[in-house]
């Protein structure tokens, strides 16, 4: 499960404490004002085998 909420303050404190209050496990910032709370880590890029 992945909530998320969007502040003009939100900074990773405020969204690792705020995620922390609902429960959540993981918490992560993008865009500086858009924080994701999870209960499991979730990684939809890809990591290249190797380098060219």
């Not at 939100?10 to 999870?38: I, N, Q, R, W």
Request: glycine share 12%; net charge negative; with cysteine.
């Amino acid at each position: 499960m992945i909530v998320s909420y969007s502040n003009d303050i939100a900074g990773p404190l405020t969204c690792t404490t705020h995620c922390a209050s609902l429960g959540f496990t993981y918490a992560g910032l993008e865009y500086g004002d858009e924080c994701y709370c999870g209960t499991s880590y979730v990684n939809d890029g890809t990591i290249p085998q190797s380098a060219p």
